[in-house]
Every structure is written in structure tokens, then in C-alpha cells.
């Protein structure tokens, strides 16, 4: 599989890590209710179908980026550095 990295081109998947939803990117503010800190930090859903992923780019321009695939066919639907969406 060819994952596009914005930077780079499309390269081959060994050279990236997956590390996880990119709802990461979505922290809640450092006085949210417990109620938002427990959803963050424990809750994640499993999805069949398209997901949004943090990546990194490890083996290449050690970028992170949020990747956009179809859990199901594998299909990457679109890459994005993941500065660009952090706050976005």
C-alpha cells in the first residue's frame, strides 16, 4: 500500500507508523469537566468504513499526518499534516 505524504510523495507503508484516531487532535480545553477527559482519554470507537488516523512519517520527513482511509477496503482517501488540522 502507497500512503501519498504531502511532503514526500506517495511512499510505501513501512516507512510510516500508525499511532491511533486522530481525535487525539481534538484535546478538551485543561478545565473541561472530568465527564470530557474521561471520553477523550478512554473512549474510541472501532469503525468499519472511513476512519481518520494520526500517522507518522518515521522512515521518511518525520512528519505526522492525519490519514483518511477506509478501515474496510483500505483505501486512503486523503493525507493531511496533522499541524494543519491541530486547532483547525
Not at 16 to 21: L, P, R, Y
Not at 46 to 69: D, M, T, Y
Amino acid at each position: 500500500m502507497l500512503i501519498p505524504c504531502p511532503l514526500c510523495g506517495a511512499r510505501d507503508l513501512r516507512e510510516f507508523t500508525v499511532k491511533g484516531s486522530a481525535l487525539t487532535l481534538d484535546r478538551p480545553a485543561a478545565d473541561a469537566m472530568p465527564e470530557d477527559w474521561h471520553g477523550y482519554l478512554h473512549l474510541r470507537d472501532n469503525p468499519a468504513g472511513p476512519s481518520r488516523e494520526l500517522w507518522w512519517h518515521g522512515a521518511g520527513c518525520g512528519a505526522w499526518l492525519v490519514v483518511q482511509r477506509n478501515t474496510v477496503t483500505h483505501e486512503i482517501l486523503s493525507v493531511t499534516l496533522a499541524e494543519q488540522e491541530a486547532g483547525a
